[in-house]
């Protein structure tokens, strides 16, 4: 072909030092190439409607919670759901790890922060962060913003034993307070 010849007599088309590192480069991972405008579409539709499930449980969670009145006692408001009577106190006499948490969300989703966290401390926190996570998820479900899957990321196995250190200790302190 006229044009392609170098001055080394080669035919053929022309290859320069560019040309030559970018075959020699390896391709990018999956994750680094860049996206079409319809995948980021697509992306941002499936966040979206994992997030209003996400909002719509919560909400619908902390309305049942409003929906209850706590039990003075303490323990036993979830017998308002027609569940039965807790089988540890009647079977050991003692609470069971999650003695108090109904109580402590209907405390916590009346606004008595307060008694929620002297009933049952573990379940304050879990209505919090459950009221928490319906607001995240609803702003992701109205804008499409990423925050949730970064806030996703914190979640690690290390989180997950402190929350179990956290449910221990709550469960002793609902063992130490039973009446």
């Not at 008595?112 to 928490?132: E, H, N, R, Y």
């Amino acid at each position: 072909m006229p044009g392609t010849e170098r001055s080394t007599g080669h035919t053929g088309p022309f290859v320069g030092p560019e040309s030559a590192v970018m075959a020699l480069r390896p391709p990018l991972a999956p994750s680094l190439q860049p996206r079409s405008l319809d995948g980021l579409a697509y992306e941002r539709r499936g966040r979206r409607r994992a997030a209003l499930i996400v909002a719509m449980a919560c909400f619908a969670l902390l309305a049942v919670a409003a929906s209850l009145s706590p039990d003075g006692a303490g323990h036993g408001t979830h017998r308002q759901l027609g569940l039965p009577p807790c089988g540890w106190v009647a079977g050991f006499g003692i609470p069971c790890p999650t003695c108090g948490m109904t109580t402590a969300f209907a405390s916590a989703a009346d606004g008595d922060l307060v008694s929620s966290f002297l009933t049952q401390p573990m379940g304050c926190i879990l209505a919090l962060t459950t009221a928490a996570a319906a607001l995240v998820s609803a702003y992701v479900a109205a804008t499409g913003s990423a925050i949730g899957g970064h806030l996703l990321r914190l979640v690690t196995p290390k989180v997950g034993w402190w929350v179990a250190g956290l449910i221990l200790a709550a469960w002793m302190y609902k063992v130490i307070v039973f009446r």
